[in-house]
């Protein structure tokens, strides 16, 4: 009877922190993709997934500060930037307590994009790295670099 007990419970421990296991708790995550808006001119697209109550830094913050996000594209092949990376929408200018600055940053789910045209289609890759980092009311995520590599049509 107290083996069952103590299988019983056994059991139900493991049951409770196996969902916990595959959770991905990171506050901003990153969603890189490609749309091709015709045979040779396509838009390259970053998607940030910013967690509730959380922020995105913005671009060229001043020094002393977080880490401005940073997407670098210079790695891409086979492709030519038409214009500059704009985001979806400006980001909130407000004075940051934590750092004693005046920062921008986007406190929700943001796209950005930068229009191409391909000018070789069998080497064309959109490759390089979004550098950035994230706070909260109460702590900031240490800057993270994540690398992105995508094989451009076909």
């Not at 996000?69 to 407000?94: H, N």
Request: charged share 20%; hydrophobic share 40%; net charge positive.
């Amino acid at each position: 009877m107290i083996m069952r007990k103590y299988l019983y419970a056994l059991v139900m421990c493991v049951c409770g922190i196996l969902p916990c296991l595959g959770q991905d708790d990171a506050p901003i995550r990153w969603q890189v993709s490609v749309k091709m808006t015709s045979a040779t001119q396509g838009v390259a697209v970053f998607k940030a997934r910013i967690a509730p109550g959380w922020h995105l830094y913005g671009f060229n913050l001043p020094a002393g500060g977080p880490k401005s996000t940073e997407i670098d594209m210079s790695q891409s092949i086979g492709i030519r930037f038409t214009a500059t990376l704009k985001p979806d929408r400006t980001p909130v200018k407000v004075h940051d307590s934590m750092f004693d600055l005046d920062l921008s940053w986007w406190d929700s789910d943001i796209a950005f994009r930068r229009p191409f045209v391909v000018t070789d289609a069998a080497k064309a890759v959109l490759k390089g790295k979004i550098s950035y980092m994230g706070c909260n009311d109460e702590t900031c995520s240490p800057p993270k670099t994540q690398s992105f590599d995508k094989k451009i049509g076909k």
